[in-house]
């Protein structure tokens, strides 16, 4: 091997079989909370009594799910523990290669079931799982390691592929596009993370409490300092000078970075994959060094690194079907970010992608990177005020009395499912969602099993907004109140 191959070879297309491991068990401690955090709304989500019945679920074409299979509650949470079980295996490793397939499929069945619940975080998840089917994550740490272990050259020999260079590009893109595309005016004044503070939907306790207590210096720091972070991370993930500093230094960036957002904001799962696909960038010599750490004393330390050993002839070809399999994804991905991101100069703008459309639409494997690009300045929720059989008044989403007034009492604390549920409700352009909205709430007691008075005899849906608050001041302004729907229909 040359000089200058062996150089790129090593920098950008070579990846440590621990660090493997390490992506593999955070992957699959992310995958299981996202299904397990997902049966509570089987019924609402992903059932055809719920939101969104598959026969309008598959009114678009974009959508393709093995869970249109699943008409019932009980089907839909069935289907969900299934996925469960499946990402039970990838995390620890129990017939890998299988489990990387099917986690694939199991997740991107139950993202395309109800593409109204889905965000940016879902997409990092299935692009993570594409990019990572033809590496070898069960080759270290796992049931697989202990039934079938290595020989001690193959254990410390890196694993080499065209996806390394992928992931790589991948992280390049999210963090670089991330910090390109942030503009507007709360971007460039500095006041930016102090409306993400005042989202509502997304806001946590903790925002809540610093958003009252919000010095001065917070927000311009925060929000400067979020743009130069993911600037300063693109920049570290493809430099091939200093690059064990330099990714080191990334991972310890990134997770000041994701950590703060994770702590302010509900936008799950999208701090927690990203610094699982970090991980993928980890440098050897930092497993090393905590390998010889006493807590992590049990991770085996490389003596040195070995001499790449020769591939049988027809080991050969399968590697060249999958490095060209991998080729073919990357070029489908540049041309998505060429597609995908309005920001980027006209030479670099691709209108029409042709095939490649489709086959990154179905599995949602789309490259658009400008989270609050646009820093929203409003907020808003549905309210639903109902009377329940009995008489009482009640809103069956929180199992309060109505609140509306909502947006001077927030945050709301809602499940991410909930949080992108509700503004796509209120911007359907098609009545049939809100149709489906309002069936569902007639069943709602049925569903949720629950005594017969609770059976709602009539309700008015809302949608309760509000302007939130500007710089320095803390209290929204211009409640709005906005009727949807009502049950019975007015004659």
Not at 4 to 29: C, K, N, Q, W
Not at 97 to 115: C, E, P
Not at 240 to 253: F, K, N, S
Not at 354 to 375: I, K, N, S, V
């Amino acid at each position: 091997m040359t000089a200058p191959l062996h150089f790129l070879t090593e920098r950008y297309l070579s990846v440590d079989r621990r660090v493997l491991a390490a992506f593999r068990i955070t992957m699959g401690v992310v995958l299981l909370v996202d299904v397990l955090r997902r049966i509570p709304f089987a019924a609402m989500l992903y059932s055809d009594a719920g939101v969104l019945p598959t026969r309008l679920a598959r009114a678009g074409d974009e959508e393709i799910s093995l869970f249109f299979l699943a008409s019932t509650p009980r089907e839909a949470t069935i289907g969900m523990l299934l996925c469960a079980g499946v990402y039970l295996a990838y995390l620890v490793g129990f017939r890998t290669r299988v489990a990387q397939i099917l986690a694939f499929v199991a997740f991107t069945s139950l993202n395309g079931r109800n593409l109204l619940v889905e965000n940016r975080g879902h997409v990092e998840i299935a692009l993570a799982l594409m990019w990572t089917l033809v590496l070898p994550l069960g080759d270290r740490c796992s049931i697989d390691a202990l039934r079938r272990p290595l020989s001690a050259e193959a254990r410390q020999r890196p694993v080499t592929s065209l996806a390394v260079l992928a992931i790589t590009l991948q992280v390049v893109a999210i963090y670089g596009l991330n910090a390109w595309q942030k503009g507007g005016a709360a971007w460039e004044s500095g006041q930016a993370v102090h409306y993400v503070l005042w989202q509502n939907r997304a806001a946590t306790s903790f925002a809540a409490w610093l958003r009252q207590h919000e010095p001065a210096w917070f927000s311009p720091f925060m929000t400067y300092g979020t743009r130069v972070a993911e600037a300063f991370c693109a920049l570290a993930a493809i430099s091939p000078i200093a690059q064990r500093h330099l990714r080191t230094l990334l991972l310890v960036v990134a997770l000041w970075l994701h950590l703060s957002i994770a702590i302010s904001i509900n936008v799950w799962p999208h701090s927690f994959i990203i610094l699982a696909i970090d991980l993928l960038l980890l440098p050897p010599a930092v497993i090393d060094r905590l390998a010889n750490a006493k807590w992590l004393s049990f991770i085996p330390r490389p003596a040195a690194a070995p001499t790449p050993s020769a591939t049988p002839p027809s080991s050969r070809v399968i590697v060249s079907l999958r490095e060209g399999a991998v080729l073919f994804m990357l070029v489908a991905a540049l041309l998505r970010i060429s597609h995908d991101n309005p920001k980027l100069p006209d030479a670099l703008r691709a209108d029409d992608i042709g095939l490649f459309d489709p086959l990154t639409r179905y599995p949602r494997l789309f490259q658009r990177w400008a989270m609050f690009a646009e820093m929203p300045t409003t907020d808003g929720t549905v309210v639903v005020d109902a009377i329940t059989a009995d008489g009482r008044r009640i809103d069956p989403l929180t199992g309060s009395e109505p609140d509306l007034s909502a947006p001077l009492n927030g945050p709301w604390l809602l499940s991410q499912l909930q949080c992108d549920y509700y503004p796509r409700l209120e911007r359907a352009d098609d009545p049939a969602y809100v149709d489906a909205f309002v069936a569902y709430l007639t069943r709602w007691h049925e569903l949720e099993d629950r005594p017969s008075g609770d059976r709602l005899v009539s309700f008015q849906v809302y949608w309760i907004s509000s302007d939130s608050p500007p710089y320095g001041e803390t209290v929204p302004r211009n409640v709005q109140r906005r009727l949807l729907a009502s049950y019975p229909e007015p004659e």
